[in-house]
């Protein structure tokens, strides 16, 4: 079978992505709005890029109107947001911060989310989550009336209390349960696990398989 995403209606490439390329982290994005207020919204158009420099991918969409979302809006206006990753005890939550809020009314109280000043910008993040990176803007591209893919660079990283070592910097994985976003309302936990480790090349070529109990 073969489909030719030339000839295909943005709904169906849209339907078609969003159900094969799974699972996808879920950004649930801060961002300072022009009153001041904190601006929440969860993108699963998101991934990291790079650790030199630490670089995130944010793919960003506008409204059916075409106007653009607060969290564009944002990016563009202050050059700052934060990526709070989401989990299990917080996935409800973030739910809700997808819902139509009006302009500039903050999702994060109505969420029953906690916000705290970042360190190096002047985002808030939102404290129930488990992991938060603190980003400056790099560049925004537009590549449609509809689509802005942002990247930022983190300069910054809030985590939970027992969830990295301070020394090995390894994460406690019995205590981060991060979700996966599937295809409409569907999701995934990360509970069911396995670790496979990369042959050697003389190994791979008699067509060995390597096995890996050890940590990452």
């Known amino acids: 079978m073969f489909l030719d995403f030339e000839n295909l209606a943005t709904k169906d490439r849209y339907k078609l992505l969003t159900a094969t390329v799974v699972p996808r982290p879920i950004a649930l994005v801060t961002t ?16 990291v890029f790079s650790e030199d420099p630490p670089l995130v991918v944010l793919g960003l969409q506008s409204k059916p109107d075409n106007d653009l979302k607060d969290t564009t809006h944002n990016i563009r206006l202050t050059g700052e947001f934060v ?4 989990d299990e ?3 409800e939550r973030m739910v809700v911060c997808a819902a139509g809020f009006p302009k500039n009314e903050s999702e994060t109280e109505t969420a029953g989310f906690t916000l705290e000043k970042s360190e190096n910008i002047d985002v808030d993040y939102i404290v129930e989550a488990p992991v938060s990176l603190e980003c400056r803007r790099v560049t925004v591209l537009q590549f449609a009336k509809t689509r802005d893919l942002a990247i ?5 990283m809030h ?3 027992g969830l990295i070592d301070p020394d090995t910097y ?3 994985w019995d205590l981060y349960n991060p979700i996966g976003r599937l295809y409409a309302d569907q999701y995934i936990r990360t509970h069911d696990r396995f670790s ?6 003389e190994d ?5 398989t390597m096995k890996n109990t050890g940590e990452s």
């Open 32 to 47: 300072r709005n022009g009153d001041g207020s904190t601006n929440a919204a969860p993108f699963s158009f998101f991934n």
């Open 83 to 86: 990526i709070n990753l989401v």
């Open 89 to 91: 005890s917080i996935a």
């Open 152 to 156: 930022g660079e983190i300069v910054g």
């Open 159 to 161: 985590a939970r209390d």
């Open 170 to 172: 390894r994460i406690n």
């Open 196 to 201: 496979m480790g990369i042959p050697a090349y």
């Open 204 to 208: 791979a070529a008699k067509g060995v």
